[in-house]
């Protein structure tokens, strides 16, 4: 039965057999169709056979065209979601402001319909792939849905006719079946010895999964049967096992099975056998998720082992048994699928992931009972997924498909908390990630190397470094951030802890142990793996859990988190068994429980009302937790104080990395909060003797001049005691967490930003820590980002200098924030790069320069505090120590007796530690210590803790140990006889002693037994004093008692008058006349100041010490030089000093020198102008003209023997060739209707002009009648050096033996010119001066115009003298080599016989047309601004003529041909018959003046006497009058041409008829007339022009069409003779020029208005020689009179050339050229790109359309620019130069809001056209001034 219906033609047979099924009764077309389908759909064909899926297509359709049908199904389509799936690459948008969840994500359709404006939205490159959101209101804000999805449109769609999909419910389980089939079939496992091809069996069945994602394509009515058949289990159970006898799909069902073993996903049944024991099976879902561990012995356990990669084993790798809590969820879950869908997905994982099934998975998105069931199976699969990842070669791109699904199923708050609840999700990943990180573990080293139990993962393994763990990690955050599913978390204890216990993974990663001897081999760069797993895996997740811990209501979720944290730490603690001294030389950045432990410390103080002390453990724990980080806080100052160097370069690199913006708030801020907390309750003495000893400096705090340091080397010592007072400034002053509101701290973070340097929006919202502050979104009740960035900086918009560096939109600091903002503790914080702080110093300090507050060095300013929220009062204990206090004093009394490694810094810190103690006064006076004890050594020092009385305290006498060398053993004890000693007492007892270690020692024992958990234990040893003992044997120690009596305050005031270098600084009563006010700004000397002033307003006590002190005038006594040593120290100081003053000098010496030499060499002034200047002076022009030669300096005239030559750069353009007529430049096509057309620019013009003449007449005389060089023309350009030609020579040879090359090719002739390093390619020799010719050239002769044009016609008869062999001809033939090779051949060979001299003479003469017509256009396309413009100087147009005369010579012109006869005789008519074999000369009035006028001076002797020249002006001034008139003429209607024929015969008979434009006027037209060919072919089209001609009219025509060659003629005058251009008004151009070239006399000029008929000169009868150029005209035969008109009218002007006119908003470009197929390969470009001349679409770098092996970008500069390109990257948003081989990025002219670009649209916020920027790029491109501009070239090697 089947086999018939198989023969018949499939469309009948599916029509008839839906007709069958649609009876009632349709037993028989369902056994017709089975069968059918049995022989189809066989699984044992090959899956490429095609036959089965047209089938397929046929019966679903019942025999309709399966286009039809889709449109038909798409019609029922009822979907409210857009669900638009996408892969990586695609560009989608991202809004914000209407996002609820941070993923949200439209396609650019449902964006631009939606309305976005004013939101904060912006475009993106998908990295991994996504979908639409628009319409789903559980992921943005329905306002935000675009126009079709707002609407709910399944509402009003029809229900679906019953019939419709009939077929397609009974096809396509069939169908999925056949293809999960195949998919059995293909899969071998990885380790199997078959060659695995997963790829191969994939592509077979492409077609059919693309048949099945065209499906899903149809809309909501076939989604909902799909998803039917993929979720229905009846189905799946009878179809998937196969029927018995099939024997092919038994074994295809056994290969599942044995897939899904392999899996170590066990199926059900042998689940229950081999784990009878265990808990039965759970029902839903198929999540089978087995609690507590499988019986030994099950396959399990096997798997386990296996999964231990043995072969990667680093050190011991135990798998580490994690904590027995109650759910131990057994990793290897057991999965048995139910339906299609979850073997369906089985199969996506293991191909893992191929892109179309993943988007056919989620194209049926939009389904909502599907999206459920998928959701569920998806979660039942999860661990599996991480599984296949973990083992995947290729991790990279399956993550991102993992991703691609997973953010869709888990952005959805209710999906999220559905599966959460159902399927255990936060179980399943928490277990999973244990999982994953359990592979690469390995023993902690950190403290005790041998015995510790603690486990960290090993960030060189793979699943670090690689980030594999990045997709779990991902979803994790990502359904933490749903506060449903959050509390979840937070409730379960069990998962909290186990989560704890994979934190406690991280804690002591990476450690680093300081390198003591050598150089470390092998720099390990793991430390970016480190700090990424701790930032994504711990803090990330931390944040998400913390934005739910913000109100009082979650103050037990908090609790629990915290409790768990102090647990998790003590295990830690316990298993690398730690007591009180943290290993030395050891250091790991990562901390992540103390940061959980901080940050949810933090939360709850400041959100939760909850009591800091009720969260807080016992003191001795405190102790312990705040070893590792106060560990940290040393070691970066170790770090900076080069002790690491043997470590290199990556230690620096992480501790940049640790206080980094997307780093510091998860790393440092948790860090210093700490121990912030940890400081405000342990005992002030305890912490800051630790402090100490951390920062390694005890022993430097002594008064001694000398000491012994056992840990410090002594250039060490300096920088660490800076970092240890540094450190102790902002642990009592940051206040972050502290008490700052988030808007305080917003704009604390933007303003320490901002002082550091200016910097533009985009890297500052990069440089501002996220968190707390969401930049994203209005966080409600805070302020914005913007509003806060505009209330502390000003916005400088960029500036543009042509030829300066681009510069961006900068924000730099209002003038009150650096007044009243600036904080330097702040900026000492966050900056990465040390030389960041100098930068803020700079800043600051030229700010108050400039405003006048402070002239000298300041200081930094002390800031006031916000207030400190009332938990953490006990941290201002630490400024009222007695510790601090003695260390304060010490330090004091060391800056002022100038020990060794005191400094500025020291003292300041000093001082900012005593005003922080002056403005933080502890409130309770109550004195509660416990009575003095012997022991306790400080006790003496200051009687209390209160800073204010303890700062006029006089200390007499202290006890010091000192080395025996030291200078104060030398002095005898004070004698204890004399009557002073003894009224002190006897001084020895009283002498004061400091240890920081014996009083730290103490205080912790104290600390230890006043705990009564430890008061039955044995006092612990003091396991590490022994590390004290200083190595080797240095001299002894010995007690000496130092005299000192002096108090804080003495100090202080001595300290003033050290530093204002004045005795007695201070008067007694300076205090009452004191303002507070100048006080804020200053040195070191204010500082003192306004502590003192603080000091006595707060203590009349104070006042009263201040004025003794003040009062007893007696100078103080210097600090005794007595000691060789110290006067050595000082000399040295001295010494050095000098030394950097002398160093200074010479510096500056140099850089004047230099400045002086630079001014000097950029005036050498080009020959030609400086004999300009002097012309008068007849001295200079006797001499010959000097050259000085850049390279070796000596100056002299250029010779025959050694020529000396202009270095130029050579290039060829073709911007003179894409010149329009009209002003506007054409606008860039952005929509399919608009289009450029090229035929109207000047190249196209000139091509056509010479392929007719061409036609028509004689090569030779074509060739000579225009110029070419419109495109790919020569332009030369020089910089004005000059250098002798041997000299250049050697030093291209230098050049070529120097390596290192920057950017240009010595091969091909490029070098840089030696003096101002300005890009160059060739040497243009100046020809040899002869100074006594010169004079005579200009001196005007009063000959007539007749004998003149006689002795031009001599010259030109004169043949060339072939220049004699010399240097300078050899070189004057080389670089007319060098110009053929800087163009292309086709730019050269116009002739029909390519290489004849024609050609060749064509093309010489058109470098000098192409180059005068360059300066036109550098001079604004007139001669109005006249004077020598800038480019004079620097023009090498002159010596280029020479050399281009000198060759030209060599090709004479044949007499018989001379147009110069033809300009000035009438000849007789010749007899016709002679030419009939060749084709007729060009007529006159075809050809092109400007070029006859170049020919004609190029060909004749040089110099040229300047009477001649202008008599050339004159003759060419005559022909190029007539065109203009013979063309003007053209241009009449036939009336009108007759009415000024008659009006100009009645002129004619007048005397000076010649000189009227009227009569020649009517005498061309009747000229004309009678011959029928010129004016009636083009009758109707002249009809056109309708404006009537009035005599006005005409003269303007006429002058505006003459203009173009009197500009040309006059600049070429310009350049031979030196004679300035005169500037002029536009409307006074022509006059102008006209008296310039000596056509009309300047009397004459003044008078009247110069007309242009006043300028003719005629030496025959006009009318005569007129109807002469006429008669060639009209002899041409009939062919070739229609072209007569065309070429009549040659229409001279051209517009200034314009780049092309851009759109102002670049998402219209970027919308429509993104996705737009190149027109060349049919293909969407992956790199398109735009040309900004022309207008043409490229592909960048495109494969595809490169031509023999040149990639389309380059091919397209050739061909439009003659090798200069500009091209707009559109997906980039810059543009990129090709010049010749080179190119370079030359920067954006799109600029979004706040005046930055934005490069590859990163940021993808909406860009616009800067104006400057593109008229910065246009002027560059219209000078050819690119090489000079943009410093970074690189070759390109044709691969654009």
């Not at 060659?195 to 809309?219: A, N």
């Not at 895996?537 to 859990?545: H, I, K, R, T």
């Amino acid at each position: 039965m089947a086999a018939s219906l198989l023969r018949r033609d499939k469309k009948a047979v599916a029509a008839q057999l839906k007709a069958d099924l649609n009876r009632t009764d349709n037993s028989s077309g369902l056994r017709q169709l089975q069968e059918l389908l049995d022989g189809e759909l066989n699984p044992e064909k090959p899956a490429t056979d095609t036959e089965a899926l047209d089938w397929c297509k046929c019966l679903i359709t019942g025999g309709e065209c399966f286009e039809e049908f889709c449109k038909t199904v798409r019609s029922y389509d009822n979907a409210t979601l857009c669900g638009l799936v996408w892969t990586a690459n695609f560009v989608a948008y991202r809004c914000r402001t209407c996002g609820i969840s941070p993923c949200m994500s439209l396609c650019a359709e449902c964006f631009n319909n939606g309305d976005h404006t004013g939101h904060d939205f912006n475009m993106f490159r998908s990295q991994a792939g996504g979908a639409c959101d628009c319409g789903d209101s559980n992921v943005m804000r329905e306002t935000g849905f675009c126009r079709r999805h707002r609407l709910r449109t399944g509402e009003n769609i029809p229900s679906i006719p019953q019939d419709l999909l009939l077929m397609s419910e009974l096809v396509l389980p069939r169908f999925i079946l056949s293809v999960i089939q195949y998919l059995r079939d293909g899969y071998t496992e990885p380790d199997s010895s078959a060659e695995r091809d997963l790829q191969k069996v994939l592509q077979q069945l492409e077609p059919q999964i693309s048949f099945l994602e065209e499906l899903t394509k149809m809309g909501g009515a076939m989604r909902t049967v799909l998803t039917k058949i993929l979720t229905n289990q009846q189905a799946f159970k009878e179809l998937s096992m196969g029927q018995e006898e099939n024997l092919f799909a038994k074994n295809n069902y056994d290969k599942y099975l044995s897939a899904l073993k392999n899996s170590g996903l066990v199926s059900m049944e042998e689940k229950a056998q081999s784990a009878a024991s265990d808990t039965p099976v759970g029902a839903e879902g198929g999540a089978e998720v087995l609690l507590g561990s499988a019986a030994p012995g099950s396959p399990n356990e096997t798997i386990k082992e296996e999964d231990q990669d043995a072969g990667q084993s680093v050190g011991q790798r135990k798998r580490v048994k994690l904590s027995s809590s109650t759910k131990d969820l057994c990793i290897i879950e057991s999965l048995k699928h139910k339906c299609f869908l979850e073997e369906f997905l089985f199969w996506t994982i293991k191909y893992e992931f191929p892109q179309k099934m993943v988007t056919f998975l989620l194209n049926m998105l939009p389904d909502q009972d599907y999206k459920i069931t998928f959701t569920k199976t998806f979660v039942q699969h999860y661990a599996f997924i991480m599984k296949t990842l973990m083992k995947s070669h290729e991790s990279d791109t399956m993550s991102n498909r993992i991703v691609h699904i997973s953010v869709q199923l888990f952005s959805n708050e209710e999906l999220a908390r559905h599966v959460t609840e159902e399927c255990q999700l936060l179980d399943i990943m928490v277990t999973v990630l244990l999982y994953m990180m359990e592979s690469c573990l390995i023993k902690s080293e950190l403290q005790d190397e041998e015995n510790s139990r603690h486990v960290v993962v090993n960030c060189s393994e793979a699943l670090l470094k690689n980030n594999t763990y990045w997709p779990l990690v991902s979803d994790f955050i990502n359904i933490l951030s749903h506060q449903s599913v959050a509390k979840k978390f937070l409730e379960d204890h069990s998962l909290l802890m186990l989560w704890m216990s994979f934190v406690s993974f991280f804690q002591g990663m990476n450690l680093n142990k300081r390198e003591l001897n050598e150089h470390v081999e092998f720099e390990s760069q793991t430390y970016y793996a480190a700090f990424a797993a701790e930032l994504e895996a711990c803090a990330q997740p931390m944040w998400g859990l913390l934005t739910h811990c913000k109100v009082k209501e979650t103050q037990e979720y908090t609790k629990t988190v915290v409790r768990y944290c102090l647990e998790t730490l003590q295990i830690w603690f316990d298993a690398i068994s730690f007591n009180d001294e943290p290993s030395p030389n050891q250091v790991t950045f990562h901390l992540p429980l103390h940061r959980y432990y901080a940050m949810f410390l933090s939360k709850a103080v400041k959100c939760q009302g909850l009591d800091l002390d009720s969260l807080l453990p016992d003191q001795e724990m405190l102790m312990k937790i705040m070893v590792h980080p106060l560990q940290i806080q040393a070691c970066l100052s170790e770090i900076h104080s080069n002790m690491w160097v043997r470590n290199g370069l990556q230690i620096k690199g992480q501790a940049m990395t640790y206080v980094q913006s997307h780093f510091c708030n998860s790393m440092i801020d948790p860090d210093i909060y700490l121990l912030q907390v940890c400081a405000s309750r342990l005992d002030p003495d305890y912490f800051i003797s630790s402090v100490f000893e951390r920062f390694k400096v005890v022993d430097l705090l002594t008064m001694a001049s000398q000491h012994q340091n056992a840990v410090l080397d002594a250039e060490q010592e300096r920088p660490m005691l800076e970092g240890a007072l540094t450190f102790l400034v902002i642990l009592t002053s940051l206040r972050i967490h502290l008490g700052m509101t988030d808007d305080e701290i917003l704009r604390a973070e933007m303003v320490s930003q901002l002082c550091m340097n200016d910097r533009t929006h985009s890297s500052l919202l990069d440089l501002i820590p996220e968190n707390p502050n969401p930049k994203s979104g209005i966080v409600p009740g805070s302020c914005s980002f913007e509003e806060m960035l505009s209330a502390v900086a000003d916005f400088k918009a960029p500036v543009f200098e042509p030829g300066g560096s681009m510069q961006q939109g900068m924000y730099t600091p209002k003038a009150e924030v650096w007044e009243k903002e600036f904080d330097p503790i702040m900026v000492v914080l966050r900056t990465v790069y040390r030389r960041d702080v100098q930068s803020a110093m700079d800043r600051y300090s030229a700010f108050l320069k400039q405003s006048g507050i402070h002239t000298g060095n300041p200081w930094p300013p002390y800031k006031a505090r916000t207030a400190l929220h009332p938990c953490y009062k006990g941290l201002i204990k630490l400024l009222h120590c007695k510790t601090l206090h003695i260390v304060i004093f010490t330090l004091l009394y060391k800056i002022w007796m100038d020990h060794q490694n005191m400094s500025e810094h020291v003292l300041c810190m000093v001082l900012y530690l005593i005003e922080l103690g002056l403005d933080n006064q502890v409130q309770d006076s109550k004195e509660d210590e416990e009575p003095c004890i012997e022991e306790h050594c400080h006790d003496s020092w200051f009687p209390g803790t209160n800073l204010l009385s303890n700062l006029h305290h006089v200390i007499n006498f202290v006890r010091v140990r000192v080395p025996e060398t030291a200078p104060e053993v030398k002095r005898e004890a004070p004698p204890s006889t004399s009557s002073e000693a003894s009224s002190y007492g006897q001084n020895l007892r009283e002498a004061q002693v400091f240890s920081l270690v014996a009083e730290r020692r103490r205080k912790f024992q104290e600390i230890i037994n006043r705990s009564s958990s430890e008061a039955n234990q044995v006092v612990r040893p003091k396991s590490s004093s022994t590390r004290w003992v200083p190595p080797g044997t240095p001299p002894q120690l010995v007690t000496e008692i130092l005299e000192i009596r002096e108090s804080m305050l003495s100090l202080l005031i001595k300290l003033h008058q050290k530093l204002s270098s004045k005795q007695n600084s201070l008067s007694a009563s300076w205090l009452d006349n004191m303002d507070m006010s100048h006080h804020a700004h200053g040195d070191g000397i204010t500082a003192i100041e306004r502590i003192l002033t603080k000091a006595a307003t707060r203590s009349c006590q104070i006042k009263r010490s201040i004025q003794d002190i003040c009062g007893k005038v007696s100078p103080p006594v210097p600090p005794k030089k007595n000691s060789p040593t110290e006067k050595k120290a000082m000399d040295k100081e001295e010494r050095r000093q000098r030394a950097r003053e002398r160093q200074q000098k010479l510096l500056a010496e140099f850089a004047s020198r230099q400045k002086s030499f630079m001014e000097t060499a950029m005036d050498v002034e080009s020959p030609e102008t400086e004999a300009a200047m002097d012309l008068g002076a007849s001295e200079m022009m006797e001499s010959e003209v000097l050259y000085d030669c850049v390279i070796c300096g000596q100056s002299g005239p250029s010779t025959e023997d050694r020529p000396t030559g202009l270095v130029v750069l050579l290039q060829a353009s073709s911007v003179l060739g894409h010149r329009c007529k009209s002003e506007e430049a054409k606008k860039l096509p952005t929509c399919d209707e608009e289009h450029i057309y090229s035929a109207d620019t000047c190249a196209v013009a000139h091509d056509v002009r010479l392929t007719l003449l061409q036609r028509f007449f004689k090569d030779s005389s074509c060739l000579q009648s225009v110029s070419i060089g419109w495109d790919g023309g020569v332009y030369m350009q020089t910089c004005g050096h000059t250098l002798h030609i041997d000299c250049h020579k050697s030093y291209m040879e230098s050049l070529r033996n120097d390596q290192v090359l920057q950017g240009f090719s010595v091969d091909k002739g490029e070098f840089t010119c030696p003096l101002c390093r300005q890009f160059a390619n060739s040497v243009l020799p100046c020809r040899p001066g002869r100074g006594s010719e010169a004079g005579t050239w200009h001196t005007p002769t009063n000959k007539k115009t007749s004998v003149l044009i006689k002795e031009v016609r001599d010259l030109q008869e004169n043949l060339g003298l072939f220049p004699t062999e010399s240097n300078l001809s050899k070189e004057m033939e080389l670089v007319i080599e060098d110009i053929k090779n800087t163009t292309q051949k086709k730019y050269m060979d116009y002739g029909k016989n390519p290489g004849s001299p024609d050609g060749d003479f064509l093309f010489l003469y058109s470098v000098a047309r192409t180059n005068l017509e360059l300066e036109l256009v550098h001079r604004g396309g007139n001669l109005c601004c006249g004077g020598a413009s800038a480019a004079a100087k620097r023009s090498c147009l002159n010596q280029l003529f020479h050399v281009l005369a000198m060759h030209m010579r060599l090709y004479s012109i044949d007499s018989a041909y001379n147009p110069w006869t033809k300009l000035t005789q009438l000849t007789q008519n010749k007899e016709a018959d002679g030419f009939d074999e060749e084709s007729p000369e060009v007529p006159m009035l075809f050809r092109d003046v400007p070029t006859l006028l170049i020919i004609f001076v190029l060909t004749m002797p040089q110099p040229l006497r300047k009477e001649h020249f202008t008599c050339l002006v004159k003759m060419l001034y005559n022909l190029q009058f007539i065109q203009a008139l013979a063309a003007l003429s053209t241009k009449m209607s036939p009336d009108e041409r007759q009415a000024w024929n008659t009006s100009g015969a009645i002129k004619k008979a007048a005397a000076n008829a010649g000189m009227s434009s009227e009569a020649l006027l009517s005498h061309i037209i009747s000229e004309f007339s009678n011959s029928n060919n010129v004016y009636a072919v083009d009758t109707e089209n002249t009809m056109l022009s309708s404006s009537v001609w009035s005599p006005q009219s005409i003269e303007f025509n006429l002058q505006q069409y003459c203009l173009p060659f009197l500009r040309l003629s006059c600049l070429l005058q310009h350049h031979l003779y030196g004679d300035n251009l005169t500037g002029c008004l536009v409307e006074e151009e022509f006059s102008s020029l006209a008296v310039c070239l000596g056509l009309v006399h300047y009397a004459s000029a003044a008078s009247n208005p110069v007309n242009s008929a006043s300028c003719l000169e005629w030496v025959v009868s006009a009318f005569e020689l007129v109807t002469q150029w006429c008669a060639e005209v009209k002899g041409l035969s009939p062919v070739q009179a229609e072209l007569s008109l065309t070429l009549l009218v040659q229409d001279p002007q051209w517009a200034v050339p314009h780049l092309l006119q851009l759109p102002d908003n670049y998402n219209i470009i970027f919308q429509y050229y993104h996705r737009k197929a190149c027109t060349a390969c049919k293909k969407v470009p992956k790199d398109p790109a735009l040309c900004l001349v022309c207008g043409t679409f490229v592909c960048l770098k495109g494969a595809c359309c490169k031509q023999q092996g040149i990639c389309e970008c380059v091919l397209h500069s050739q061909h439009c620019g003659a090798a200069t390109g500009i091209f707009l990257l559109i997906n980039a948003s810059v543009i990129i130069i090709i010049r010749g081989h080179r190119f370079c990025l030359w920067g954006s002219v799109y600029l979004d809001a706040h005046g930055e670009e934005d490069r590859d649209l990163r940021r993808g916020k909406p860009l616009f056209l800067c104006e400057e920027r593109y008229r910065v790029l246009e002027q560059q491109w219209v000078s050819h001034t690119f090489d000079h501009i943009n410093k970074r070239w690189g070759p390109h090697y044709n691969g654009l």
